[in-house]
């Protein structure tokens, strides 16, 4: 059987968690860190679970249909285009 020797320095490092936090893990140039999409923002609804289950048996649907690419927030943004404002209820 083959001896190998540690070296404390390098495995306390490891075991404290230093070790790992010397490395850079945030992208280092500016590029890198603003190429974040501008075509879409990631938003916070709420929705009743009734509405959700309702969306959710809309989406399979169309995927039954073969719009496979079909979901929550496509189906939402359909939607929105087809909204006529004068038909929407007073009471919302």
């Known amino acids: 059987m083959a001896q190998f020797e ?3 320095d390098e495995v306390e ?3 404290s968690g230093r070790f ?3 490395r850079e893990t945030t992208p280092t ?4 860190r603003d190429d ?3 075509h879409y923002k990631v938003i916070c609804i709420s929705i009743y679970n009734d509405d959700l289950e309702h969306l959710d048996e809309l989406v399979k649907a169309l995927k039954k249909r073969g719009m496979t690419k079909a979901n929550r927030s496509a189906l939402i943004r359909a ?3 087809q909204v006529d404002l ?3 209820p007073r009471g919302i």
């Open 6 to 8: 540690f070296d404390r």
């Open 86 to 88: 004068d038909r929407v």
């Open 20 to 22: 790992y936090s010397q």
């Open 13 to 15: 490092g490891v075991l």
């Open 29 to 32: 140039t500016t590029e890198t």
């Open 36 to 38: 974040k999409p501008t």
């Open 79 to 81: 939607a929105l285009q």
